[in-house]
């Protein structure tokens, strides 16, 4: 391992005499809605001249094997093997598309696949500018992803969000978010009303209607999970944005990638609820000085409004931050309804 460390390190640092001093390994927190990230580290150390490197090492897996599994119906998981598209962040690094001025992806060092279901990628460990994520770097992502998909038309449907709406929230996450005790609970009711809840029992009536208007679209290749967590500032002033975790094989009605560039932040909590509509109108008008983005709502409720209330935690013990946390995610819940009813259906 130390001679093929020294390789990388050599190939990072455009230094073909560099030796590794010191190594050492750092966990990175992961996500728990990432399903087939299994982890994530950091591999960091010095040369015997001083200089450091680093790089960023991501392990993913298919559904098929992974441990979660059992959480879903029986009948669902041969579907969830072929559903979760656990290869695209690599397939996206190999493939090495052409990307507009201002994007490009991390460079892929090495690629370790251990068996069909399993691979480890090593990556660059992207430094990042200081900054906020304030509304014009809002609008400059969402015209570079205007940009992206104005580079890929591509013929429909979005198969991937058809199987996946049609599947995972029938039946794991609208009965999961529509069970009376979520409603009774004492996270929930102070800040629900029985109009939201109403709301989203409509809205998972619509799904289809939905995916259907969605189809009649253009469609274009996309990121999948354009957040800005995704999209990372490099403070080396390579790119305005370096892409990471590509995460849908499947081409998108355009504006599929607004949705996830909105509520990332609001995900986190690093983003207030009230903050939603200034954020929309930054990117709305980013993408459309580029192309239109009708399909930007239906994809975002599809896939972001039957997990606005994580009810997975509702098990914790009520505290102040948990009180925060769920009147947070229950205001961001009645965003996303609203903006579902908005949609002609």
């Known amino acids: 391992m130390h001679d093929d460390l020294t390789d990388l390190v050599r190939q990072a640092l455009g230094d073909p005499a560099a030796e590794v001093a010191e190594q050492r390994v750092e966990p990175v927190d992961c996500p728990a809605y990432a399903l087939s990230t299994v982890g994530l580290h950091r591999v960091r150390g010095l040369t015997t001249s001083g200089a450091s490197w680093s790089f960023?090492?991501?392990?993913?897996?298919?559904?098929?094997?992974?441990?979660?599994l059992s959480q879903f119906p029986e009948a669902m998981r041969p579907l969830m093997g072929e559903l979760f598209p656990w290869r695209t962040d690599v397939d996206a690094y190999l493939a090495d598309q052409p990307l507009p001025d201002g994007l490009r992806m991390p460079r892929l060092y090495r690629l370790e696949v251990l068996d069909d279901y399993r691979l480890v990628m090593w990556l660059e460990d992207v430094q990042q500018a200081p900054g906020e994520w304030d509304l014009d770097r809002y609008h400059r992502a969402a015209r570079l992803l205007g940009e992206l998909a104005a580079m890929r038309p591509a013929r429909g449907p979005d198969t991937s969000l058809r199987t996946f709406a049609t599947n995972v929230p029938p039946h794991v996450m609208i009965p999961a978010v529509l069970d009376d005790a979520v409603w009774r609970h004492p996270l929930i009711a102070p800040h629900a009303d029985e109009k939201l809840r109403e709301d989203i029992a409509f809205l998972a009536t619509r799904i289809d209607t939905i995916l259907d208007a969605l189809e009649r679209l253009p469609h274009t290749g996309i990121h999948g999970d354009a957040s800005p967590q995704n999209l990372l500032v490099p403070a080396d002033g390579s790119a305005e944005f370096v892409a990471v975790d590509w995460s849908w094989n499947s081409p998108g009605a355009v504006g599929f990638d607004l949705g996830q560039l909105l509520i990332g932040r609001?995900?986190?909590?690093a983003l207030a609820?009230?903050?939603l509509p200034a954020v929309h109108e930054a990117i709305t008008d980013g993408y459309g000085s580029v192309m239109k983005h009708d399909g930007y709502i239906g994809a975002l409720v599809l896939r972001?409004?039957?997990?606005?209330?994580p009810v997975q935690f509702l098990s914790g013990d009520p505290d102040d931050d948990l009180r925060?946390?769920?009147?947070?995610?229950?205001?961001l819940a009645r965003y996303l309804a609203d903006q579902g009813r908005s949609l002609d259906l």
């Open 56 to 68: 960023f090492v991501k392990s993913v897996q298919s559904l098929r094997v992974w441990d979660g």
């Open 266 to 269: 609001a995900h986190e909590n």
């Open 273 to 275: 609820v009230a903050d």
């Open 304 to 309: 972001s409004l039957w997990t606005a209330i």
């Open 324 to 331: 925060e946390f769920f009147a947070h995610r229950v205001a």
